[in-house]
Nanobody
Framework: QVQLVESGGGLVQPGGSLRLSCAAS????????MAWYRQAPGKQRELVAD???????FYADSVKGRFTISRDNIKNTGYLQMNNMEPADTAVYYC??????WGQGTQVTVSS
């Protein structure tokens, strides 16, 4: 059973930064696409960014130029660096590995 453990969420002021981490217990980590999703209250879960094992990335328009997704295939860990954050970024953030494995979610709140 693959487990994903997220960390790094919290409260940040508008314009601030946070870095989320997602550690995976998966020997096939490097072969799977890793993604970050988020779900705000009353809204559907949405894709924020994803990255292939080889490092090809995709970003939602709402985060382009502000968020950076990366991964360390030796440490079996993925990251989401979030800069210049906005109140609209407030949500529970989830990491996803491959097609079926999800993290538990971590709360991110952007507020002054």
């Amino acid at each position: 059973q693959v487990q994903l453990v997220e960390s790094g969420g919290g409260l940040v002021q508008p314009g601030g930064s946070l870095r989320l981490s997602c550690a995976a217990s998966d020997i096939n980590f490097s072969r799977r696409v890793m993604a970050w999703y988020r779900q705000a209250p009353g809204k559907q879960r949405e894709l924020v960014a994803d990255i292939t094992g080889g490092g090809r990335t995709f970003y939602a328009d709402s985060v382009k130029g502000r968020f950076t997704i990366s991964r360390d295939n030796i440490k079996n860990t993925g990251y989401l660096q979030m800069n210049n954050m906005e109140p609209a970024d407030t949500a529970v953030y989830y990491c996803k590995l491959g097609n079926e494995f999800w993290g538990q979610g971590t709360q991110v709140t952007v507020s002054s």
